[in-house]
């Protein structure tokens, strides 16, 4: 499907609402795919975590805030966008460089996606989330598919 792939950068969102493929690269960033189990349309939420150091820190609240924000417009663009989704599915996986912090930041942000997700009723299906440096996923909303890369 290469004339029907959407590339969505760190930090952004892509809605679609017919059968294509979203892609992502995951370099200490999340991917939250997003679909219903009816309907032909989904999301890829790309998001970033930033980890300074080698010492457990949490991240900060103006990060977790904005992250939040970014998963709040993309849920409420997908609903606007396809009213007759009831069934709102996620799969996430996410990836990164290295050890120190990176493993605690990535579950900081992790952990409020997965609360967010089960707040809004959205069933979380499926999880990989791994060290070991960056892996493409590739995303298909119609189909639930999710196939990562190393």
């Given at each position: 499907m290469?004339?029907r792939t959407?590339?969505?950068?760190?930090?952004?969102?892509e809605?679609?609402?017919?059968?294509?493929?979203?892609?992502?690269?995951?370099d200490s960033?999340i991917?939250?795919c997003?679909?219903?189990?009816v309907e032909?349309?989904?999301?890829?939420l790309?998001?970033?975590?930033?980890a300074r150091?080698?010492?457990?820190t949490?991240?900060?609240?103006t990060t977790?805030a904005?992250?939040?924000?970014?998963l709040?417009r993309?849920?409420?663009?997908?609903?606007?966008t396809?009213p007759?989704?009831?069934?709102l599915?996620?799969?996430?996986?996410?990836?990164w460089?290295?050890d120190?912090?990176?493993p605690f930041?990535?579950?900081?942000?992790?952990t409020?996606?997965?609360?967010?997700?089960?707040?809004?009723?959205?069933k979380?299906?499926?999880?990989?989330?791994r060290?070991g440096g960056?892996r493409a996923v590739?995303?298909r909303p119609?189909?639930?598919?999710l196939?990562?890369?190393?």
């Open positions: 290469p004339d959407i590339t969505v950068a760190p930090d952004h969102f809605v679609i609402h017919e059968d294509k493929l979203l892609r992502a690269e995951l960033t991917a939250v997003l679909y219903d189990a032909e349309g989904g999301a890829l790309h998001l970033r975590f930033i150091g080698d010492k457990r949490d991240v900060t609240d977790l904005a992250d939040l924000m970014l709040d993309c849920m409420t663009t997908l609903r606007n396809s007759r989704a009831q069934n599915m996620s799969r996430i996986a996410a990836s460089n290295g120190g912090a990176a930041t990535a579950q900081s942000v992790l409020i996606v997965q609360q967010y997700l089960t707040d809004s009723q959205v979380i299906v499926s999880e990989d989330v060290g960056a590739s995303f119609a189909l639930g598919q196939s990562i890369a190393a």
